[in-house]
């Protein structure tokens, strides 16, 4: 299939942990299908920008240091999802992140979106990257950072010429405190407790896939690739990750 072809692929939700290449992916989808990415920090900070009604409401609270609300969210994405170049499809980057969301999701899509819209009907299917939790450990604990530009390396994968130096600047490497073993590990252990509960809210409902993270990052897309295609008739079974 050519890029860009104009296909109903529908709701698209990526789940997978920092680190799992989510972003390289869904970006990949988006460009092969033409639909947009939409990721709700994205979405609270342009209704900001615009003063929209929504977004004057979540600055007020945001000032106050509290959280955006679940309903404001909601209620923002619904917006976004109305706008036309949603038709065809979206990834969501971002949201659900309760079983709650996931659930308005599924009622709005159903209620507002399919009739208005005259989409196709066709349910988010959720992806879901899953990756060695070891090997990611040993990745995301593997990266270095010079003092001086902030380029970037990884032990492991993408090392610096000589131990501890910049290949570009010649400054020193440096672990950032947010790639320390025991920062991720707490990122990683948050992010399973969030995601945990939307996983298998969509896994109840038979649209949760695994594909298998720890390939290299062109097979992975090409999984994906399957199965968006795929859509409907996959129901929860992976060809090629245990399901
Ligand atoms: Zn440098």
């Known amino acids: 299939m050519a890029e860009g072809t104009a296909v109903n692929v529908g709701p698209i939700i990526l789940l997978g942990p920092p680190g799992a290449g989510k972003g390289t992916q869904a970006k990949r989808i988006a460009e092969r299908y033409g639909i947009p990415q939409i990721s709700t920090g994205d979405i609270l900070r342009s209704n900001v920008q615009r003063g929209s009604e929504l977004g004057l409401q979540a600055k007020a609270i ?21 706008e036309a170049d949603c038709v065809p499809g979206f990834i969501l980057d971002g ?7 996931a659930g308005w999701l599924d009622a709005f899509l159903e209620h507002e979106f399919f009739d208005n819209l005259h989409a196709d009907k066709c349910l988010p299917i959720v992806i879901r990257i899953d990756v060695d939790y070891n090997r990611l450990l040993q ?16 032990v492991y994968s993408q090392p610096p010429r000589v131990a501890d130096v910049c290949d570009v600047d010649g400054s020193q490497l440096v672990t ?17 407790l969030q995601t ?14 695994s594909v298998n993270g720890d390939l290299p990052v062109e097979q992975v897309t090409g999984q994906m690739y399957w199965v968006i295609e795929h859509h409907g008739a996959v129901e929860g079974m992976s060809p090629f990750y245990g399901g």
């Open 62 to 82: 945001m000032a106050r240091g509290e959280l955006v609300p679940d309903d404001l969210v909601c209620n923002m994405v619904a917006a976004r999802l109305r």
């Open 95 to 101: 949201f659900p992140r309760t079983a709650a969301q």
């Open 139 to 154: 990745r995301l604990t593997g990266r270095r950072t010079c003092l001086a530009n902030g380029h970037i390396y990884n």
């Open 176 to 192: 950032r405190n947010d790639d320390r073993e025991e920062v991720i590990r707490e990122r990683l252990k948050a992010y399973d």
């Open 196 to 209: 945990r509960p939307v996983a298998e809210y969509y896994q109840q409902k038979g649209r949760l896939v």
